[in-house]
């Protein structure tokens, strides 16, 4: 309270009543009730929590999490067998949840500014067709797509041998074959292999930290070669031309490495009866990751719209008025206005993606749900320490990228002095 | 130009032109095609593109769905008569699970000869949300009240209800319409009293019991209002006890007592035979009417200048925000025995509510925030220098406003709410999408039917949550005041 008055010197008795009429204390009691409240709440929860597990012949504990899981996952990231403990189990489970929800929020963002462009765009019949696809995934709840695309996959698809022989099916492009249990898509192999980095039981192959380590070098120099093209333009008024290092910096080093390793498509190959050579990918996490982009990117394509419309078309007359042309105005103006209202609702519809990730349960996949807060919990019987912990983790991700997204906030907020 | 005379001057026309047509190319089709589908190559690209989808679309669905079979008896008899009919190796929709199942998709397992009472408590829902979500026009209120009093009636012709039953709704919506023309403030009493009757109906029992209980809200309200006005933390106080004291001590008891003098009771249907859109629609309407206050409640509370209790309030938002609501629904269904004391087991469709209403109020929390930040300053200070006090200001001139301004958001979480009933399925409920549709596909035969029933409730999820959205429109655009 800023307003609090001066005490006034002809009362200075205090009575038990002004704890609730004086403006001073009432807050304050307000409070200290509440408190109270909410710890005897808290306290009756884990009183009843304890009292039942007495009553069980339970208590809490997470050693369970050291034991033996004896349970096999179809997908891993890193090597697991079943002979791992439930803890590495778990993680096995929240990295394949991680994995689906990465990649559907690509998929998600390019289906959904894609769509939301389409929609303001001068074609009609395109923009119709957005806004009848952005309705449809819209009204109609994700279980149900995610149902359907796994049916669609398991169910119309044909058996890996259909595409034996000479009349057998063609792949798609020659190098996808969908089957009704995985979906078969090439890899890329080295003809001269580096060799991989052993870390544990864990291998990583070489090849992609070279390529990783150059990413992040070309987008380091990058910003240096932009920064300092800033400083000569401010220095000279002439803008150096930056394009083409920027090209070279991202274009140069994967060609390099492939005539370098003699990299190569391995198109998966029918042996048997089954696809071997390139990535089997379970039908489930293809369902999953086909439901979640194609769900959440009706809805960013609803922001993307939200977005570009929210900023004044006076705006752009301005910038031609100042002679901009076209693509810089886009850079320069539009853009970085549209993004301000775009990304703080972008990135929790990324949050609800991840959570929504959870409904892999529907199809199978096994993500942390399915490991932790499914089997891992079944067999052992504690059902309260995996699912605190199951919570605790989505909690953690969910605040760690809303923690992303107030730096974000912060940095793109219009400065008002 | 000295030769230029006067009279010469005769480029200056007098009189107008009469409207020449415009060229062909720019008028009628041509014009709009070129304009919309053609204006340039990549337009035309996209436009060629667009045609090649609607075509690949309509190849592969419409035989499909010009072959449906809708009078059968197994998937097998289906596609016999597919067979006989289009020919060996054609494709064709079964509806005839529809035909047959279509009771287990809207009930459950609700005994059969009881359907009135769901279907007459759906009527009333209708008659009891009219004057609320049409409050200011009549002749849109009397027009949706008539259309959806005869959906009840179709829907009552369908399910074969009693005869009785169908009169009484048939009486009870002419009444309605007549109140909502004449007395509009009269069919809000209805919408109090209808938790109670809605209750009785679908669960059945003593009606005493969920009257009883809903009258310790009234005699909070006596209490409260037996205080003199100026004392108003004392009001609340009396409120509150009187209503604990009435909920823990009086009510049960009366009941007994009521019920045994006049035993005004249906027959009990237990929550494990709900199911269907039955059992969407309750968790979702009760979700939806308890999330709001709750909502509003924790907005005001993460805007409190208390510290304590805008810490609680930011704690319960983050947590209940950061995990997906499957976990909240396991907490339901496995640990809820495990928090409360011991012995206690309370029903799994309330369990379910409570925690979805949690889930939405938290979402709902930060849209009504939204709106309250969005509101200018001086609104704050008006409120204030009227000498309103806090409850005063927020009911009279905060809120009004800010519930505007999220609508959008709100009617968003609603929807958003009423899709993620279906999730209940995966705790073992019998929601329309996977529960009853697994439980069709157990027996032998409609054994590997999918798309068919995923068509039927998807439509039906779409109709109810595109016209949510469509109403939130409505109402944006009947609270607008900017071009008045």
């Known amino acids: ?189 080295a003809e001269h292999s580096p060799g991989v980095l052993q870390i544990g039981r864990l291998a990583i192959p070489w090849l992609s930290i070279i390529f990783i380590g150059l990413l992040i070098a070309a987008v380091l120099i990058r910003r240096w070669l932009l920064a300092r093209a800033q400083r000569i333009q401010e220095e000279t008024g002439r803008r150096p031309t930056t394009w083409w290092i920027t090209l070279a910096l991202f274009v140069v080093p994967p060609v390099a490495l492939w005539f370098l390793f003699g990299l190569y498509l391995e198109v998966p190959e029918l042996t048997g009866f089954n696809f071997s050579g390139g990535i089997n990918l379970d039908n489930a996490f293809v369902a999953l990751w086909l439901a979640l982009s194609l769900y959440t990117g009706a809805f960013i394509a609803e922001i993307v719209r939200a977005g ?5 078309k006076g705006q752009t007359e301005a910038a031609y008025a100042l002679g901009l042309r076209p693509n810089r105005t886009m850079n320069l103006v539009i853009l970085p206005q549209a993004l301000r209202v775009i990304v703080p609702p972008l990135i929790s519809q990324y949050l609800n993606l991840t959570k929504n990730s959870s409904l892999a349960i529907a199809v199978g996949y096994m993500d942390l749900r399915g490991t932790l807060g499914g089997t891992t919990a079944n067999q052992t019987g504690r059902e309260l320490e995996s699912i605190l912990l199951m919570m605790l983790i989505y909690l953690a991700i969910s605040l760690t990228i809303s923690g992303v997204m107030n730096i974000y906030n912060n940095r793109v907020r219009l400065k008002e002095r | 130009m000295s030769e230029i005379h006067a009279e010469s001057v005769a480029y200056v026309r007098d009189t107008m032109l009469p409207p020449a047509t415009p060229p062909d190319r720019q008028v009628g089709a041509l014009r709009w095609l070129r304009e919309n589908l053609f204006s340039s190559w990549f337009n035309g690209l996209l436009t060629i593109l667009g045609i090649a989808i609607i075509w690949f679309l309509f190849d592969h669905f419409w035989p499909w769905l010009s072959h449906s079979v809708w009078n059968a008896n197994s998937l097998a008899e289906c596609r016999q008569i597919i067979a006989e009919k289009w020919g060996e190796g054609a494709s064709g929709a079964c509806f005839a699970v529809i035909r047959e199942r279509w009771h287990q998709y809207l009930f459950g397992f609700y005994p059969r000869a009881e359907y009135w009472r769901p279907v007459m408590t759906m009527g009333l829902l209708f008659i009891a949300i009219t ?231 938290a979402y709902m929390a930060e849209v009504i925030r939204g709106g309250l930040a969005a509101l200018p300053r001086g609104q704050y200070e008006a409120a204030d220098s009227l000498g309103l006090d806090y409850w005063q200001a927020q009911r009279l001139i905060i809120l009004p406003q800010a519930l505007k301004i999220s609508i959008p958001g709100i009617v968003g979480t609603f929807i958003g709410m009423f899709k993620d009933t279906t999730l209940v399925g995966l705790i073992g409920l019998f929601d329309p999408l996977k529960g009853i549709s697994d439980f069709v596909r157990s027996n032998f035969e409609w054994k590997g039917i999918y798309w068919e029933p995923f068509i039927f409730v998807g439509a039906i999820f779409f109709v109810i949550c595109f016209s949510m959205s469509r109403y939130s429109m409505y109402l944006e655009r009947r609270l607008s005041r900017e071009n008045h």
């Open chain 1, 308 to 312: 570009i419309l929210a900023v004044n």
């Open chain 2, 131 to 361: 004057p609320v979500l049409f409050s200011v026009n009549p002749d849109i209120r009397r027009w949706v009240l008539a259309v959806l009093g005869l959906l009840t009636m179709i829907l009552m012709a369908l399910t074969e209800v009693p005869d009785w039953s169908a009169v009484l709704m048939f009486a009870l919506f002419a009444v309605a319409l007549l109140l909502a023309d004449y007395a509009p403030q009269r069919l809000l009493v209805f919408t109090v009293c209808y938790p109670v009757v809605a209750i009785w109906l679908l669960w059945g029992g003593s009606l005493w019991y969920p009257l009883l209980t809903f009258a310790g809200i009234a005699i909070g309200y006596l209490a409260a209002r037996a205080v003199p006005k100026e004392r108003s933390g004392l009001a609340l106080l009396a409120g509150i006890v009187a209503a604990a004291i009435w909920w823990w001590l009086l009510s049960t008891p009366v009941a007994d007592l009521l019920s045994e003098a006049l035993p005004l009771s249906l027959p009990r249907v237990i929550s494990h035979d709900f199911g269907g859109f039955l059992l969407a629609i309750v968790i979702g309407v009760s979700g939806i009417a308890m999330s709001l206050p709750l909502g509003i409640v924790l907005a005001l509370a993460r805007r409190s200048d208390m510290f304590l209790i805008r810490v609680f309030a930011v704690i319960f938002i983050e947590f209940i925000r950061g995990v997906p609501l499957i976990t909240l629904l396991f907490v339901a269904s496995l640990l809820l025995n495990y928090f409360l004391p011991p012995g206690t087991s309370f029903d799994i469709i309330l369990r379910v509510i409570i925690m979805v209403t949690i889930f939405a109020a």
């Open chain 1, 1 to 189: 309270m800023t307003d609090r008055a001066p005490a006034s010197h002809d009362q200075p008795t205090f009575r038990l009543s002004m704890l609730i009429y004086d403006k001073r204390y009432r807050s304050l009691t307000f409070q200290v009730i509440v408190l109270i409240l909410v710890m005897s709440l808290v306290w009756w929860l884990i009183n009843n929590t304890l009292t039942n597990l007495a009553n069980l012949g339970k208590d809490i504990n997470f050693r369970f999490l050291f034991t033996r899981a004896g349970y096999d996952i179809p997908q891993q990231l890193i090597p697991y067998n079943n002979d791992d403990t439930h803890l590495r189990a778990a993680i096995i489970g929240l990295l394949n949840t991680l994995l689906v929800s990465f990649l559907g929020c690509i998929a998600a963002t390019i289906i959904g500014v894609a769509a939301g462009v389409l929609r303001l765009s001068k074609n009609w019949l395109f923009a119709r067709l957005m806004t009848v696809y952005v309705e449809i995934f819209r009204n109609i709840p994700l279980l149900l797509w995610i149902l359907i695309i796994f049916a669609v996959l398991t169910e119309i698809t044909p058996t890996p041998r259909a595409y034996r022989g000479e009349d057998g099916l063609d792949m798609v492009f020659g190098v996808i074959a969908p089957t009704n249990r995985y979906t078969a898509i090439p890899a890329i192999v």
